[in-house]
């Protein structure tokens, strides 16, 4: 049996909105089990479709679509919403604080003339024999 996989924000909003990569968030999601999210990932998803709509990426009526959508896939069962404990809060801080440290040594690099290279993303798994979950699961992107 497939270990459960946890969706973070930006990986919602490949699901909800038409990004990038969005096509193999959603092979890679289609052929998992119930994917679990947090009560810190419904916090997210809103402040990001916040963002997008003061900067006009994105309509009022295209984030109410969002957030309706995505609370009745919690509400369906489509997405296992799970608690924030404190632990994870601590532990989402230090990652954030751990990423900016990074982002600042790239930077320095980049100033003395060094590159970054990122290593060589995996492809993501393909789940296309699951595609009548697809249908009545999740809503798959609204924006096309």
Known sequence: MKEPIYLDTSALAKWYLNEARSDDFAAFVVGEPRPIVSRLTAVEIRSLLERRRRSHQITTAIVRKVVAT????????????????????????????????????????????????????PPLRAGGQNLRRLRRG???????
């Open 138 to 144: 999740p809503a798959r992107r609204l924006l096309r």
């Open 70 to 121: 995505f609370e009745r896939d919690v509400r369906d069962g489509h997405l296992e919403m799970h608690a924030l404990e404190d632990a994870h809060a601590i532990l989402a801080g230090e990652l954030l604080h751990r990423l900016a440290q990074r982002q600042r040594h790239v930077a320095a690099g980049g100033k003395v003339g060094c590159t970054h290279k990122r290593p060589a993303t």
